[in-house]
Nanobody, 127 residues
Framework: DVQLVESGGGSVQAGGSLRISCKAT????????MAWFRQAPGKEREGVAT???????NYAESVKGRFTIIMNNAQNTVWLQVNSLLPEDTAVYYC??????????????????????WGQGTQVTVS
């Protein structure tokens, strides 16, 4: 089975940076789409960034220019580099992955139903 394990969250002051990681294991297909979502208290889970197996990336408007999604195939790891953090970036950040047919459109859709595998989440707090 596919497993996704996040790490690297924490507390940071506004304007600071973090890199959160997600290691993927157990997948067999070389065609995929990986994503980061986040969920703030009292809000819906929203897509933040996606990357596919060809290296294409997509970002939510709210994080463009501040966040970068990086896929390292050799290490089976996807990182989210978050810079210029704002208090409204405070949320639990979830790694998600798709290795089935939905991976073809998940890059652009960035919606929860297109991702079948999820990590446990990591807290990012900006004060």
């Amino acid at each position: 089975d596919v497993q996704l394990v996040e790490s690297g969250g924490g507390s940071v002051q506004a304007g600071g940076s973090l890199r959160i990681s997600c290691k993927a294991t157990g997948y067999t297909s070389s065609s995929y789409c990986m994503a980061w979502f986040r969920q703030a208290p009292g809000k819906e889970r929203e897509g933040v960034a996606t990357v596919d197996s060809t290296g294409n990336a997509n970002y939510a408007e709210s994080v463009k220019g501040r966040f970068t999604i990086i896929m390292n195939n050799a290490q089976n790891t996807v990182w989210l580099q978050v810079n210029s953090l704002l208090p409204e970036d405070t949320a639990v950040y979830y790694c998600a992955g798709s290795w089935d047919v939905s991976a073809k459109w998940a890059l652009e859709s960035m919606t929860r139903p297109d991702f079948g595998y999820w990590g446990q989440g990591t807290q990012v707090t900006v004060s």
